[in-house]
T-cell receptor, first 115, second 110 residues
Framework: EAGVVQSPRYKIIEKKQPVAFWCNPI?????LYWYRQNLGQGPELLIR????????DSQLPKDRFSAERLKGVDSTLKIQPAELGDSAVYLC?????????????FGPGTRLTVL | GQNIDQPTEMTATEGAIVQINCTYQ??????LFWYQQHAGEAPTFLSY????GLEEKGRFSSFLSRSKGYSYLLLKELQMKDSASYLC???????????FGGGTRVLVKP
C-alpha cells in the first residue's frame, strides 16, 4: 500500500515569492493534516481536513497561507508571499477519520528554504 | 492548551536500554502517541496509549500514567539504526488534534 505522497521534496525560493506544496494521502483516508516542523522541534498543526472541509485552521496564518482539498483527496498548501521565517519542513499526514482517535501517517515532507 | 516536555537529547551504547520520558499538562486527554523520526524523514508511528499501563511491542515499550501526566518510551537492545528523534504527542479530548513535544534525539554509540 502506498504511503502519503508529497511533492516537491525540496524547494528553494527567494522571499516574497509564492510557493505551493502538494499532498496525496493514503487511499481511503478521509482526514488530512498539514504540519510545519522547524529544525529541532516537533511538528505543529496548520490545518486539518475532514474530507473537503477544513475543520481546524486556527493555526494557519491566513494572511499568507492558504490550503485546499477540493475533491476530498489531494490537497495543496500555498504560501504567498513567502518570508524568511517560513523556512521549515512542511509535513502532510492522513488518517482514516471518524469520531475516535486514529493513527496519523506522515509523508516525507517538503523542505522549504526561503532566501 | 497543552504543554509537553521531553528531554532534548540522550546518548546510549549499542545493546543497552534507554528510557525517554514525556510529561504533559492538558485540560483534556484522549491518548498519547510516540513517533520515531530519522533525520530528513517522516515521523513513523511507534505506539499509542490511552489507558494506564505498559504496552510492549518487540524491543519498544510505552508506558502511560494519566494521573501523573507522564509517559515513557523504553528502547531495549539498542541498535545503531535506533539513532533518531522520538516524538511524544498528546491527543486533545476534542477531535483528533495531535500536539507534539519538541522531540528527544537519541544517539546510539558503538
Amino acid at each position: 500500500e502506498a504511503g502519503v505522497v508529497q511533492s516537491p521534496r525540496y524547494k528553494i525560493i527567494e522571499k516574497k515569492q509564492p510557493v505551493a506544496f502538494w499532498c496525496n494521502p493514503i487511499s481511503g483516508h478521509n482526514t488530512l493534516y498539514w504540519y510545519r516542523q522547524n529544525l529541532g522541534q516537533g511538528p505543529e498543526l496548520l490545518i486539518r481536513y475532514e474530507n473537503e472541509e477544513a475543520v481546524d485552521d486556527s493555526q494557519l496564518p491566513k494572511d499568507r497561507f492558504s490550503a485546499e482539498r477540493l475533491k476530498g483527496v489531494d490537497s495543496t498548501l500555498k504560501i504567498q508571499p513567502a518570508e524568511l521565517g517560513d523556512s521549515a519542513v512542511y509535513l502532510c499526514a492522513s488518517s482514516l477519520g471518524g469520531p475516535h482517535t486514529d493513527t496519523q501517517y506522515f509523508g516525507p515532507g517538503t523542505r522549504l528554504t526561503v532566501l | 492548551g497543552q504543554n509537553i516536555d521531553q528531554p532534548t537529547e540522550m546518548t546510549a551504547t549499542e545493546g543497552a536500554i534507554v528510557q525517554i520520558n514525556c510529561t504533559y499538562q492538558t485540560s483534556g486527554f484522549n491518548g498519547l502517541f510516540w513517533y520515531q523520526q530519522h533525520a530528513g524523514e517522516a515521523p513513523t508511528f511507534l505506539s499509542y496509549n490511552v489507558l494506564d499501563g505498559l504496552e510492549e511491542k518487540g524491543r519498544f515499550s510505552s508506558f502511560l500514567s494519566r494521573s501523573k501526566g507522564y509517559s515513557y518510551l523504553l528502547l531495549k537492545e539498542l541498535q545503531m539504526k535506533d539513532s533518531a528523534s522520538y516524538l511524544c504527542a498528546v491527543v486533545e479530548a476534542a477531535g483528533n488534534k495531535l500536539t507534539f513535544g519538541g522531540g528527544t534525539r537519541v544517539l546510539v554509540k558503538p
